[in-house]
T-cell receptor, first 114, second 111 residues
C-alpha cells in the first residue's frame, strides 16, 4: 500500500509569488490535514478536510487556502508569498475522523521563499 | 483556545528511562497522541490515550490523566536510535475536528 505522497518535495519561490502544494493520501483514506512546521514551533495546524469538506482551519491568514477533491487528493495554495512562509509543509491522512485513528504523514514539501 | 506544553529538550543515557511530559488546554478533548520524528523524516504515530491510565507498546508507554489535563510518554531501555523529536497531540473539536500538536521535545540519547 503506497504511503502519503506530497509533491513537490522541494520548492524555491520569490516573495509575492504563489504556490500550490499537492498531497495524495493513502488509498481509502478520506481525511487529510495540513501542517506548517518551522524550527521550534512544532506543527502548526492549517486545515483538515474530510470528504471534500473543510472541517476546520487554523489561525493563518487568508493567503493560505486549500481544497480536497473527490478522490481525496488535496491541494493547498499560498498566495503573495512572504519570507516567513518558508517552512516544511506536511500533509497527513487518516481513514476518517475518529480520534483514535493514526495519522500517516507524508515526507513534506520544503518551501523556501527568497 | 488550545495549547500544549512540553519540554523543549531532554537528554538521557543509553539504557536509561526517560519521561516526556505534556500538559494541554483544549475546548473539547478526544484523546492524546504521541508522534516521533527523526531529523529529515516524517512524524510517525507512537500511541494514543482516550481514557485515564497507562498504555504500553513495547518499550514505549503513554499515560493520561484527563482531570489534570496531563499526559506523558515513557521510553524505556533507551537506544541511540530513539534520539528524535517527540510531539504530543490532542484531538479537539473546536469549530470542527482538528488535531493540535505541541512544539515538540528533542530527545538526545548519549552513549
Amino acid at each position: 500500500k503506497a504511503g502519503v505522497t506530497q509533491t513537490p518535495r522541494y520548492l524555491i519561490k520569490t516573495r509575492g509569488q504563489q504556490v500550490t502544494l499537492s498531497c495524495s493520501p493513502i488509498s481509502g483514506h478520506r481525511s487529510v490535514s495540513w501542517y506548517q512546521q518551522t524550527p521550534g514551533q512544532g506543527l502548526q495546524f492549517l486545515f483538515e478536510y474530510f470528504s471534500e469538506t473543510q472541517r476546520n482551519k487554523g489561525n493563518f491568514p487568508g493567503r493560505f487556502s486549500g481544497r480536497q477533491f473527490s478522490n481525496s487528493r488535496s491541494e493547498m495554495n499560498v498566495s503573495t508569498l512572504e519570507l516567513g512562509d518558508s517552512a516544511l509543509y506536511l500533509c497527513a491522512s487518516s481513514p476518517g475522523q475518529q480520534p483514535n485513528t493514526e495519522a500517516f504523514f507524508g515526507q513534506g514539501t520544503r518551501l523556501t521563499v527568497v | 483556545g488550545q495549547s500544549l506544553e512540553q519540554p523543549s529538550e531532554v537528554t538521557a543515557v543509553e539504557g536509561a528511562i526517560v519521561q516526556i511530559n505534556c500538559t494541554y488546554q483544549t475546548s473539547g478533548f478526544y484523546g492524546l497522541s504521541w508522534y516521533q520524528q527523526h531529523d529529515g523524516g516524517a512524524p510517525t504515530f507512537l500511541s494514543y490515550n482516550a481514557l485515564d491510565g497507562l498504555e504500553e507498546t513495547g518499550r514505549f508507554s503513554s499515560f493520561l490523566s484527563r482531570s489534570d489535563s496531563y499526559g506523558y510518554l515513557l521510553l524505556q531501555e533507551l537506544q541511540m536510535k530513539d534520539s528524535a523529536s517527540y510531539f504530543c497531540a490532542v484531538r479537539d473539536q473546536d469549530g470542527g475536528f482538528k488535531t493540535i500538536f505541541g512544539a515538540g521535545t528533542r530527545l538526545f540519547v548519549k552513549a
